[in-house]
């Protein structure tokens, strides 16, 4: 039994479908869990969603923006920009199937591995959650995406403030931080106030403002994390981090670490993808 992580597939079906058999992926032996953003910008959506639901357990994925857009443009919280590559979806046939599997997927999702535990999520974490609070502020979304008030949820799930985690946040405003800290965020301050403008890689940081995984004192640090969603990152490998969005829809690869006896012990396996959009 083998355990895998893969980054940003955005709709990019045929690359999903290559990755697979280029591990030698085996739905009876082996676990791959996708680190969101499975849908939009490329050429099969819909497809996507066919084989992670055809695959029961054996694919556990996560929700990144891109998926929960599709969500809002489902139930018209949100117009599809020109961009968005979402009618496969919103078009076929067993929509409704696909967008019901969709709402019920995580926001974030945790492994045990020899002892230790591998924390996974789209984007980021807040410096203040540790990985109980990280699951369990996830569950709050989760609760709400699965019940009746998903509708009315979408329609207010947009916008950039409140921009900083406070333990006494209520409502709306709670769910938003939640999912923007999950899903959208790569830069933060200090103390911890979310950037959502720039998109730079890394050593690009806008001034006063660090990687979310640089801030000292992150109560996650020393817990192995796999997040996607930034593609001028790139691939990421550190002793307790790992960054798999290698722009697979830009025309760079979709990638895949195969984890050994104990999470230190990783592969790299990619494959190159055809470019779907143009970056920018």
Same mark, same amino acid.
Request: hydrophobic share 40%.
């Given at each position: ?85 979402? =009618?496969?979806? +919103?078009? @076929? ?5 696909? %967008?019901? &599997? /969709?709402?019920?997927?995580? *926001? ?112 996650? =640090?020393?817990? +192995?994390? @796999? ?5 001028? %990152?790139? &691939? /990421?490998?550190?002793?307790? *981090? ?39």
């Amino acid at each position: 039994m083998a355990i895998y992580c893969i980054g940003d597939i955005q709709g990019c079906d045929g690359a999903l479908g290559r990755l697979l058999d280029t591990i030698g992926f085996s739905a009876s032996r082996d676990t791959v869990y996708l680190l969101g953003d499975l849908v939009n910008r490329g050429p099969d959506s819909a497809a996507v969603l066919r084989r992670c639901m055809q695959q029961g357990d054996a694919i556990r994925c996560l929700l990144g923006n891109h998926d929960l857009h599709l969500l809002a443009a489902a139930h018209g919280a949100r117009k599809p920009s020109r961009r968005d590559t979402l =009618a496969s979806v +919103l078009d @076929a046939p067993d929509r409704s199937a696909l %967008l019901e &599997w /969709l709402r019920h997927q995580p *926001l974030a999702r945790s492994h045990e591995h020899s002892g230790q535990t591998l924390l996974m999520v789209h984007a980021g974490v807040v410096p203040a959650w540790s990985t109980a609070d990280t699951l369990a502020r996830a569950q709050e979304v989760q609760d709400v995406l699965r019940s009746p008030d998903l509708p009315a949820f979408l329609h207010a799930m947009y916008g950039n403030r409140p921009d900083n985690w406070d333990d006494t946040l209520t409502g709306t405003d709670r769910l938003r931080v939640i999912v923007n800290a999950l899903t959208r965020m790569r830069f933060c301050s200090s103390g911890g106030v979310m950037d959502f403008e720039s998109t730079e890689s890394a050593s690009a940081a806008p001034e006063g403002l660090m990687p979310w995984f640089d801030v000292p004192g992150r109560r996650t =640090a020393g817990t +192995l994390m @796999a997040f996607g969603h930034w593609s001028t %990152l790139g &691939w /990421l490998n550190r002793s307790d *981090l790992l960054g798999l969005d290698t722009g697979c829809v830009w025309g760079g690869c979709l990638s895949a670490v195969r984890f050994g006896k104990t999470l230190a012990d990783r592969e790299l396996l990619q494959v190159h993808c055809e470019q779907a959009q143009q970056p920018g």
